[in-house]
């Protein structure tokens, strides 16, 4: 829905409110992150990821993409979280309802909903000792040159933990 005032100078007040439909996409109550050019949120059901672009200058309307078309398995438990990660590499994070971690490392340089991006691919991530992840987020590094992971999770012995993905290449 797109909401605006009922004409186009107006403050927006609750006498002169106009809302309308620009999408069929229904949305999961999982907040949708911004990564780069488009927004990623989760459908409605929770199992469909997808980028939502902008209308461009030579469209008037806004275009949604699945994310996770040929990766569909992954996210069967459905998406809980989402988290964008854009340096060292730019890796959209699922956590899904059963605790497991899942990324997309994906990047679109077009922002033409008819190109695919340069390059998406899905991939799983088992944290050891039978431990489950219960929410995740990402922020600045404190080297101010990458973005961290960081997870709380939950061990078998019962104890939460917060720990961080090292970024990618780093020397251990």
């Known amino acids: 829905m ?16 106009r809302a309308r439909m620009i ?22 059901l ?9 209308p461009s200058a030579f469209s008037n309307k806004y275009a949604g993409r699945h994310l996770n078309e040929y990766a569909k398995h992954i996210t069967t438990a459905g998406v809980k979280e989402v988290a964008y990660q854009e340096e060292t590499a730019p890796i959209v994070w699922c956590l899904t309802n059963d605790g497991l971690l899942s990324g997309c490392t994906y990047r679109r340089v077009s922002p ?46 019962g104890y939460y933990w917060v720990e961080t993905l090292r970024p990618l290449f780093e020397e251990a």
């Open 112 to 157: 033409f909903a008819t190109e695919a991006p340069v390059f998406e691919g899905w991939h799983r991530h088992l944290i050891g000792d039978g431990s489950t992840v219960n929410s995740i987020c990402t922020a600045p590094g404190v080297d101010g040159i990458s973005d961290h992971l960081y997870l709380n999770t939950l061990d078998a012995n």
């Open 46 to 54: 929770g199992r469909r990821v997808i980028e939502y672009l902008a």
């Open 23 to 44: 999408s069929k996409f229904q949305v999961a109550n999982v907040e949708p992150v911004r990564s780069g050019l488009s927004l990623v949120f989760v459908q409605r």
């Open 2 to 17: 797109l909401v605006a005032s009922s004409t186009l100078d107006d403050a927006l007040t609750p006498t002169n409110i």
